[in-house]
Every structure is written in structure tokens, then in C-alpha cells.
């Protein structure tokens, strides 16, 4: 019967189409918007019913497809607008109902599909049935193989759904059951393979899901796929489970049970269970969970247990009840979360102001940026396993402004701690470094209680990664221990005046930078007796240590190399500029053999230092090397090696006295501008000058006096102010008139 054969005959009351041996296919729209009215009949021997061939047949009360025949199909909107009633029977010869063919039947009542065991496969179009009046149960076939979008969308009576077990894959495609009033449980059999979008959204009598995983047939689920149901207490989510889309389960505050089989090649979407009411335990051994996945569980209490796996941002954010005390307590458990590996995404935690107890972190994980950032209300203990092939990485502001019960160690699995990792926080305890890799700002600004205990290998090329900001105004730790690191950088516990008692520096110190330990509060400074020959202290490393008592004594070659062309192969070996700078409790000093130079402000401020004062092998003394040393006594001689003592080098020393003698070669020497003012000590005292092979003499105002070129020895202004020395002599005769200043 071809298209549009009687399309718009509104007279036409009934056809009567008799049984032959000939298969009858009725094309598009053959009988569209005709009178036929009643009981409609189907003959077995049609096969095809073409897109609209009924539409709007509105007499149309009732539709009988006649059982037998060849397979049939139902063409697009076949019986779209009919008043099709009661119950409608699909035969098993039928095996595609193609898109709208009965949608807005709204007097449609009820539906079974009838299937066989050689009954075809059958696939259901879109909107084949949505808005229908189907109620009551409607049963899926085994040999149904796709449900197409929106099939029974808004079919508000349909009560219960049973989809059958079978061997055949089946698809329910996205809204296919959106909006229908099922409810009480429904079995997913493991021959579906995916849930498309939206497929049972705002089911919202729907109370209870099982998911069957006899055969293991992977399963996809949309996105908002239980969207607005009212799933309560368990779901289990079995492990052909591969791919839950965003906001799947979204938003089902009366599911309090949720378990995930153990997957590894499961992915969890955005927000796929945000706003559950999921209140117990929660384990993730899956391939990655999206932003959001888990937000504002409020009643998910832990422990949370992760395996592996890659997670977005914000996945528990807003869980406030997750550790609580009282969960922890009430089921005896003594951890929160624990990582198993895997990467953490940022500010996953943000908002657990609850998080108490422990969080553990193991094998190969790696903390991504702000994953526990602000938690400063929370108080919980960090504990990190110290296998040193579980490569653990911590990245910046991971931990930033929270607050950590402590002590806290970073063992040496720990490979990387990123900028800021540890800014702000609130320590309640003492911190203990083994790990490598530390970025800039680590722990700054944070309160600790206790040792600060540093423990690093940097063998094998490992660095700590510390500067000069790794430490930057903590407060609150009382000692520090080195018991292992090789490089101590630059200003790295620069004015750490609460640092007390003993410092001792291990043996595998090959570097002190400047002002390294500078204004701390050490009562003493030790160095291992195995330290490296070779250490370098930089400059002002030890300087404003106004509590250091005792002596000091450097190791051998404790100092940093100089051009120096006095010496043999061309270099010295000096204390660096500040090093020893206003220590004013420092009391003793020993000059390491190998010294040649004293750099500037080395030991100025020392006023209790008391020290020999052997220059022997030293070429050179800095700017206001031992200005304002007060304490150091007795006479003073320079010898020949001595070429420079520079500016106030010993100005202000009033504990010297009785005599001053300067060796001079006959190569030059230069006494610098005030190189010793203030020595009042002097007074009274003798200057000796003695310069090798020098006895010219010049006829001045009418008498001879000794002279002194200037390439022997340079003496700049007031040198000597304030000395008044009593006697002067030069190369052994006393020289009662020579003009020192």
C-alpha cells in the first residue's frame, strides 16, 4: 500500500486486510489522518508499517498485531496521535519499533513484549513510547537489544521494571526511562552494557538498585544516569562497572552505604556521587575520579581508604564530618584516609573541618597542589612510610594553613615537597626531614613545638632543595639537630633566635652558606671530629650568635679559597667576611692551621672572645676584623707574612696592651685608616717597626730621621688615634720624636 495511499480519507472507517501468501508492506503515511475508528487489526502477513502510516488516526481506540508471519516493523510514528487504549501485545515477529511509533498514546495503558526462544532481537526507537499511560509493570525481553533515547520518557504510571537476564547485549540509551514513577527496586541484569544519560533521572520512587555481576559484561553509566532518585541505604557498584559519567548518582541523600569493587580501569566522573548521604567507610581502587565526585558528602565519616588512581579537584570537598572524633572513636579506628598510591588533586579535602585522627600516605603517591589546603580547624596527624622506593611527592601548598597534630616526619620516600607545602600550618609537635626535593617556602611562617631534626642523605646526587626561605619565620622550635645533610644553604635558619643549647655539625658538611645560622640562639658550636676537610663556611655563617659561649674550633680547611699570589700554588684559605659577626658571648677561637686570611667584620662585636692571637701564616686581616674584640689581652705582634690589615681592623680592642710590634718585609705592607684607633691599652706602651734591610736616613728641619718609602709600608690616617704609645722604636733604636699619626 503506498505512501499516502489514503492519507486524509476522513470517511474511512475500517479496513479488512485478508490473509494470503503475499506479504503486505504499508508505506509512509498510507493511512495517516483517515477516519478509521475502533479495533484496529494487523495481519500476520504485514511486514512492514511505514513512518506515520496511522498518525493521527485519533478514532483509533485499540491496536491488535495479529501473531506469525515474517518479522515486522514498526516505522516512525506509525501510531503517533492515536487513542490507542488498555493493553497493547507486541509479537514476537516484531523486531524494530522505530522512533515516536506510539508516543503520546496517552490512553495506553499496558505493554508486554513477547519473545521466544527463536524470537528476533528487538530494537526500540526513541520516544517509542514516551508519554504513553503505560502502567503497572513493564517487562524488558531478553531480546530486547536497545532501548533508544527517551523510549518511555515521562511515562509517570509506569510502577515496575523488570529488564530480563539473557545472552544478547542491551543498551538503554540516554532519558530512555526519565521521569517514570518506578519504583521499589531495580535489577540491572550484566547483559546491559550501558546507561545512557539521563536514563532514570527523576525516578524519584525508585528506592533501590542492584547492579548483577554474574558475567562481568563492562557497564557504562551516564551522566545523571539516578539523578533525582531516591536509592536508599547500599549500593554496590560491582566491578564491570568501567566508566560512571558526571553526576550519576548525584544528590541521593538516602544512600548511606557505598561500595566500590576493587578496578583499576574505573573512572568516576564529576560530581557522579556529590551530595550523597553516604555515612561509613569508603574504599577507591580505580583508574581516576573527576572534580567534585564525592563534594559535600556531609555525613561520609571514613575512614577513606584510596588505592592507586588519578583524582581531579575538590572530590571529598565539603565532606565535614569526614574523621570526625566521634566516628573515629565510637568504631575504634585509628586513621582517617589512607593512600595507597596514586595522585590526589587539588583542594580535594577543602572544607573537612572535621578531619581528625591520621592520614596515611604510602607507596608512590603523590599529593597534588592544595589537596589539604586551610584544614587550620581540623588537627589531624600525617603519617608518611619510609621506604625509600615508594617515591611519595608532595606538591605546593599541599598542606598550606592547616593545622597537624604532631610530630611530623617527611622520611626519605619522600622525593619532593613543593613551594609552600607546609606555609602556615599549625604543627603541634617537632618536625623531622629525611626527604629530598624541598621548594621554596616549605614550612614558612609555620609553628612547630620541639627539635627540628634534619636527617638527609644528598648522596648520589640528591639535593634537600633547601634556601634560604625553606625556614622563613617559623617560630616555635627549641633545638636543632644536623645528624645528616651535606649542604647547609644560605640564610636557611637566619635569625632563628629560639633555636637553643648545642649545635653540632655532622660530619658530611661539606658547605655552610652566608649568614647560614646568623642570629640564632646556639650556647655552643661543634663540628664533628671526622667533618670534611674540605667544608666551606660562608660568610657571616655563625655571626649575632649573642648566646654562643664556649669556644669554637673550625675543622681543618673550614674556609673558602682566595687568589692570594703570597702563597705557593697562587690561593689561600680565609674565614669568610661576618662569620663570627657580633657573637658577643663567644669566648675562645683556635685559627685553623691552613688560614691565610681574615675576612672582613670575621670576628667584629666578639667582646668576650678571648683568643691567641697567632697571625704566623695569615697574609691578610679584613675591614674591621676584631674591631670592638675588648676582651682580647696582651701585647700584639704583626708578623712579615701579615701584607694588609685593612680599616678598623683592631679599632676599639682596649684589652691589648703593653706593646704592638709590625714586622715588615721588604715587599709592601699596608696599615689600613684606623686600623687600630681606640686601643687605649697602648697607653703607656711600645710601637716596634721593624722593616727588613731598611736604615735610609733623611735630613729633615735640621736633624736625620729614618725614612720609610712607601713600598715598604703604607700607613693610612689615624692608624694609630688614640694609641699614645709611650715610646716608640724603629728597627731596634728608640725613635723619641717619630710622628705616628
Known amino acids: 500500500i503506498g505512501k499516502d495511499a489514503f492519507k486524509g480519507c476522513t470517511s474511512l472507517q475500517g479496513i479488512n486486510i485478508i490473509d494470503g501468501n503475499n506479504h ?104 517509542a513510547f514516551c508519554r504513553t499511560g503505560i502502567s503497572g509493570t513493564l517487562t524488558i525481553p531478553s531480546r530486547v537489544s536497545n532501548v533508544e533515547k527517551s523510549c518511555f520518557e515521562n511515562c509517570t504510571s509506569l510502577a515496575t521494571l523488570i529488564i530480563e537476564s539473557g545472552s544478547s547485549d542491551l543498551v538503554i540509551c540516554q532519558r530512555s526511562f526519565y521521569g517514570t514513577g518506578i519504583s521499589g527496586k531495580l535489577t540491572i541484569p550484566d547483559r546491559v552494557t550501558d546507561i545512557g544519560e539521563s536514563s532514570f533521572r527523576d525516578c524519584n520512587k525508585l528506592t533501590e538498585l542492584e547492579i548483577e555481576d554474574y558475567l562481568r559484561q563492562p557497564l557504562k553509566i551516564g551522566k545523571f544516569a539516578f539523578y533525582g532518585t531516591s536509592i536508599a541505604n547500599e549500593l554496590q557498584i560491582p566491578s564491570r562497572v568501567q566508566i560512571i559519567k558526571e553526576s550519576a548518582f548525584q544528590g541521593l541523600s538516602s544512600l548511606t552505604s557505598l561500595v566500590i569493587q576493587s578496578n583499576p580501569d574505573l573512572e568516576i566522573g564529576g560530581r557522579a556521587f556529590s551530595g550523597c548521604g553516604i555515612d561509613g567507610s569508603l574504599v577507591l581502587n580505580v583508574k581516576n575520579v573527576k572534580n567534585y565526585a564525592f563534594a559535600d558528602c556531609l555525613q561520609l565519616q571514613g575512614p577513606l581508604v584510596i588505592v592507586g588512581g588519578t583524582f581531579g579537584e575538590y572530590v571529598f570537598s565539603g565532606c565535614t564530618k569526614l574523621g570526625s572524633t566521634e566516628h573515629l572513636d565510637k568504631y575504634n579506628i585509628d586513621y582517617s584516609i589512607a593512600v595507597y598510591g596514586g595522585t590526589l588533586g587539588p583542594f580535594d579535602f577543602q572544607g573537612c573541618t572535621n578531619l581528625k585522627g591520621t592520614i596515611f600516605l604510602t607507596s608512590k603517591t603523590h599529593i597534588g597542589n592544595d589537596v589539604f589546603n586551610g584544614l587550620k580547624s581540623s588537627w589531624f596527624t600525617l603519617c608518611i612510610t619510609s621506604e625509600q622506593n615508594d617515591n611519595i611527592k608532595i606538591d605546593d601548598r599541599a598542606f598550606y594553613e592547616s593545622s597537624l597534630r604532631g610530630p611530623l616526619t617527611i622520611p626519605k620516600s619522600v622525593t619532593h615537597v613543593g613551594k609552600d607545602a607546609f606555609s602556615l600550618c599549625s604543627i603541634n609537635g617537632e618536625l623531622t626531614l629525611e626527604g629530598t626535593g624541598f621548594g621554596r617556602r616549605a614550612f614558612a611562617n609555620s609553628t612547630f613545638r620541639g627539635y627540628l631534626t634534619i636527617n638527609i642523605d644528598e648522596s648520589d646526587g640528591k639535593d634537600s632543595g633547601f634556601d634560604y626561605t625553606t625556614f622563613i619565620n617559623c617560630n616555635g622550635f627549641t633545638n636543632l639537630a644536623l645528624q645528616k645533610i651535606s649542604d647547609i644553604p644560605e640564610r636557611l635558619f637566619y635569625k632563628m633566635s629560639f633555636f637553643g643549647g648545642a649545635l653540632n655539625i655532622p660530619e658530611q658538611v661539606t658547605s655552610i652558606g652566608k649568614y647560614a645560622f646568623a642570629g640564632c640562639g646556639f650556647t655552643s658550636v661543634t663540628f664533628d671530629p671526622d667533618a670534611n676537610d674540605d667544608i666551606s663556611i660562608g660568610e657571616g655563617a655563625f655571626s649575632q650568635l649573642t648566646q654562643l659561649t664556649g669556644a669554637i674550633e673550625l675543622p681543618t680547611s673550614s674556609v673558602s679559597t682566595y687568589s692570594d699570589p703570597e702563597e705557593n700554588d697562587g690561593t689561600g684559605k680565609k674565614i669568610d667576611p661576618y662569620t663570627f659577626y657580633q657573637c658577643s658571648e663567644l669566648r675562645s677561637f683556635i685559627i685553623p692551621n691552613d688560614i691565610t686570611a681574615i675576612g672582613n667584620y670575621a670576628f667584629c662585636g666578639c667582646r668576650n672572645l678571648e683568643m691567641t692571637l697567632d697571625f704566623s701564616k695569615i697574609t691578610s686581616i679584613g675591614v674591621s676584623a676584631f674591631q670592638d674584640c675588648v676582651s682580647l689581652r696582651g701585647p700584639l705582634e704583626i708578623p712579615t707574612k701579615v701584607k694588609y690589615i685593612m680599616e678598623n681592623a683592631f679599632a676599639g680592642c682596649t684589652g691589648l696592651s703593653d706593646s704592638l710590634t709590625i714586622r715588615v718585609s721588604n715587599s709592601q705592607t699596608y696599615i689600613g685608616p684606623q686600623a687600630f684607633a681606640g686601643c687605649k691599652g697602648f697607653k703607656k706602651g711600645t710601637l716596634f717597626i721593624y722593616i727588613e734591610e731598611n736604615d735610609e736616613k733623611r735630613r729633615y728641619d735640621g736633624k736625620d730621621y729614618y725614612y720609610v718609602p712607601d713600598y715598604f709600608l703604607r700607613i693610612g690616617h689615624e692608624a694609630f688615634d688614640d694609641c699614645e704609645f709611650s715610646d716608640i722604636y724603629y728597627n731596634g733604636r728608640y725613635e723619641p720624636d717619630c710622628d705616628y699619626d
Request: glycine share 10%.
Open 24 to 127: 503486505l508492506n504499508i508505506k509512509q503515511g498510507a493511512f495517516a489522518v483517515t477516519g478509521l475508528s475502533g479495533l484496529l487489526t494487523i495481519s500476520k502477513k504485514v511486514s512492514k508499517i511505514g513512518e506515520s502510516a496511522f498518525e493521527n488516526c485519533t478514532a483509533i481506540t485499540a491496536l491488535v498485531i495479529q501473531q506469525g508471519g515474517r518479522s515486522l516493523t514498526i516505522g516512525s510514528q506509525a501510531f503517533y496521535g492515536t487513542k490507542i487504549s488498555g493493553s497493547l501485545i507486541i509479537p514476537p515477529q516484531v523486531n524494530v519499533i522505530k522512533a515516536r511509533a506510539f508516543k503520546d498514546c496517552s490512553a495506553l495503558t499496558g505493554l508486554t513484549i513477547e519473545s521466544y526462544e527463536s524470537s528476533p532481537s528487538i530494537s526500540i526507537g526513541e520516544e
